[in-house]
Each structure stands twice: as C-alpha cells, then as structure tokens.
C-alpha cells in the first residue's frame, strides 16, 4: 500500500514580536515618532496637540481600523508613505534590534515555502531581516505597501487582502500556516481556512502604546491551533499544524 505524502506547508512569517523582540527598543522609538506625527497633524498649525489627544487618537484608530495609519488616512488625509518614513525612522537598527539565535536553522528545518508577511513598511522590514539574516530564507517579503485592495492599504487582519493574497500566490488555505503574535490576525485567518500559530515570548503589553498589562494568563483560543512561547519550539508542534 502507498502512503500519500502529506504536501509541504505555506509558512506566513510575521516579523515584529514574532521573529525578534521589537517591544525591546524598537516599539518605543516608533511609539515616539509616531506621537510626534500625530501631534503635528492634529495641531493647529502652531501647537501640537496633546498627549491626551494623541493617545485617544492612536489607540482608537488602532481599535477601529486594525492599523493607525488607517484612521490617520481615513480623517486626516495623511500620505502613508510620508507616515511610514517618518514613524520607522529609527537610525542604526543593530542598536535596537534584539532577537535569539538560531532562527536561519529553524526556517532551514522547517518543511515548505516561507513568506514574510508583515505591516511594517518595506524598507524597515528589510532592514530587519538583513540584520537577522534571513532574507535569502523567503520566497517573498509581503510588506504593508504590498497589502493594497482596490488601491486602498488594507493591512492585517484585513480576510479581504489575505484572500487576494491567497489567489495571487496560488495558496490552499489549508496549506497555509501563520505564524504571528497578535490574536485578531490569528483569528480572521482562521476564519479562512488557515492554521494558526501564536507566539508568546515577546508580548508585554495589551495596548498599542505600552500602558495596559497583558492578563497574567493567556489560555489559548480556540482559533489558535499552537501556543508557543518562542517560533524554535514550531519544529516540536509540527504534528498539531498538519
């Protein structure tokens, strides 16, 4: 009798808290551009706004949209090129780029294609994954400029831009596997058919701007098919993810 093969896997790799720690140093500096973004554009001109009201303004774009950016398009006309730019403007990543060894091992162990996809900006994602070393791991590097539906950003967790990009890359769903460290991503991909893997070890915060402490026991929802506290432990969970 012949055992069918099982097909090899699509891995979908975010890239911040997923494959290094940016709450370390990286989220911070671009919490700070960012405040001073938004301060400026809801200004009058003369006086950034307040903190207050930049905060309000982040966290309930963020709430709402899945992304700031969305919200600060949405109601304040902002280029997102400019915004991008400006928010991962961050000098020498190697200073503020802290991550574990032995991630180019374990994409080179892992069965089956990887594809970056992240809503951080291409050329700060780049950098990043230079600075990890591995870029040549990747079949593709999907960044937010990438995530466009009818010319319009549509980032994570948005199912529409994830089903476009499903039939632009000819992907089963079923053979898909994201791996990420942000529930609602997890959950609308699970909604299309994807596995899920969520990565724990890097999460410090429940709120975009670093002030609400994560619940001290985070069960796993049923949407995710595997907890792990660091992507090295995904070679161990394989089982569970075919």
Same mark, same amino acid.
């Given at each position: 009798m012949t055992v069918s093969k099982l097909p090899s896997p699509v891995w979908l790799f975010d890239l911040d808290n997923t494959l290094h720690d940016a709450s370390h140093a990286i989220f911070p500096a671009i919490s700070a551009n960012m405040n001073t973004y938004i301060a +400026?554009?809801?200004?009058? =001109?003369?006086?950034?706004?307040? /903190?207050?009201? %930049?905060?309000?303004?982040?966290?309930?774009?963020?709430?709402?949209? =899945?992304?700031?950016? !969305? =919200?600060?398009?949405?109601?304040? /006309?902002?280029?997102?090129?400019?915004?991008?730019?400006?928010?991962?403007?961050?000098?020498?990543?190697? *200073? @503020? %780029? +802290?991550? *574990?060894? =032995? !991630?180019?091992? &374990?994409?080179?162990?892992?069965?089956? /294609?990887?594809? @970056? &996809?992240?809503?951080?900006?291409?050329?700060?994602?780049?950098? %990043?994954?230079?600075? @990890?070393? &591995? /870029?040549?791991?990747?079949?593709?590097?999907?960044?937010i400029e990438d995530m466009r539906v009818h010319g319009r950003l549509r980032p994570k967790p948005s199912k529409l831009m994830l089903r476009r990009l499903l039939r632009k890359h000819g992907l089963v769903p079923r053979r898909c596997i994201l791996v990420e460290d942000t529930l609602v991503n997890l959950k609308h991909a699970k909604q299309l058919g994807l596995r899920t893997a969520w990565v724990t070890q890097y999460l410090r915060y429940a709120d975009p701007i670093g002030k609400a402490p994560l619940p001290k026991m985070v069960k796993r929802p049923a949407y995710v098919d595997v907890k792990v506290k660091s992507v090295l432990q995904l070679p161990l969970r394989l089982q569970r993810l075919r």
């Open positions: +400026r554009v809801l200004g009058d =001109g003369t006086t950034p706004a307040s /903190q207050d009201a %930049v905060n309000a303004a982040r966290v309930g774009y963020w709430k709402r949209y =899945g992304a700031t950016l !969305l =919200g600060m398009i949405r109601h304040h /006309q902002v280029d997102a090129a400019d915004f991008l730019r400006r928010t991962h403007d961050l000098g020498a990543l190697s *200073e @503020l %780029v +802290r991550f *574990e060894r =032995g !991630l180019s091992r &374990l994409l080179r162990r892992l069965p089956g /294609q990887k594809i @970056l &996809l992240t809503n951080a900006p291409t050329v700060y994602s780049g950098g %990043v994954v230079r600075h @990890l070393g &591995l /870029q040549r791991h990747f079949a593709h590097h999907i960044a």
